[in-house]
């Protein structure tokens, strides 16, 4: 489980910076698959014998491991920059939960519990009901989502 202070800490941007060397390195891999596909059809000109039809293969088989390589890289690039965009999500619902903790006078630890009197409304425990929005969407939860529990311990449930 995350702790508050490494979503606080987590550097979106480290991860934007991957997908762009990625892009680069995905770019380089297809590069040298066509010129090794360019030296493949050379060789079919300049060294026609067995020696060279085995050249050619081996150049043809390079070229075909660039481009998978080149594709893969490509692929990288949109999880890495997934996943800086679930980051930055991830931080604001955090700065979101933070602010209403301070607002509502409780405290929040590293390990994301909840401590603290709220004025109204449910016991809030975790950071993550916080995010789910606290006991303003309590009336609003449907009967799988009985994570916010009232100060009667009983999970609530719309009737």
Same mark, same amino acid.
């Given at each position: 489980?995350?702790?508050?202070?490494?979503?606080?800490?987590?550097?979106?941007?480290?991860?934007?910076?991957?997908?762009?060397? #990625? &892009?680069?390195?995905? $770019?380089?891999?297809?590069? @040298?698959?066509? !010129?090794?596909?360019?030296?493949? =059809? &050379?060789?079919?000109? &300049?060294?026609? !014998? !067995?020696? *060279?039809?085995? #050249?050619?293969?081996?150049?043809?088989?390079?070229?075909?491991?660039?481009?998978?390589?080149? %594709?893969?890289?490509?692929?990288? @690039?949109? @999880?890495?920059?997934?996943?800086? *965009?679930?980051?930055?999500?991830? =931080?604001?619902?955090?700065?979101?939960?933070?602010?209403?903790?301070?607002?509502?006078?409780? %405290?929040?630890?590293?390990?994301?519990?909840? &401590?603290?009197?709220?004025?109204? *409304?449910?016991?809030?425990? %975790?950071?993550?009901?916080? @995010?789910?929005?606290?006991? $303003?969407?309590?009336? =609003?939860?449907?009967?799988?989502?009985?994570?916010?529990?009232?100060?009667?311990?009983?999970?609530?449930?719309?009737?």
């Amino acid at each position: 489980m995350l702790s508050v202070s490494a979503v606080r800490n987590a550097k979106p941007q480290a991860w934007r910076d991957a997908a762009d060397d #990625a &892009t680069q390195a995905a $770019q380089h891999c297809r590069d @040298v698959a066509s !010129d090794a596909r360019y030296l493949a =059809q &050379t060789l079919t000109q &300049t060294w026609p !014998d !067995d020696a *060279g039809r085995e #050249a050619r293969q081996r150049f043809v088989q390079h070229a075909a491991d660039y481009e998978i390589a080149g %594709t893969i890289l490509a692929k990288l @690039v949109i @999880v890495y920059d997934a996943f800086a *965009g679930h980051i930055d999500d991830a =931080q604001q619902m955090l700065d979101s939960a933070l602010d209403y903790a301070q607002r509502n006078e409780l %405290t929040v630890g590293d390990d994301g519990k909840v &401590t603290g009197e709220a004025e109204k *409304g449910p016991e809030i425990r %975790t950071t993550g009901q916080l @995010v789910a929005g606290g006991p $303003q969407l309590r009336d =609003q939860l449907g009967p799988d989502d009985g994570q916010l529990v009232a100060d009667d311990r009983q999970p609530h449930h719309r009737d």
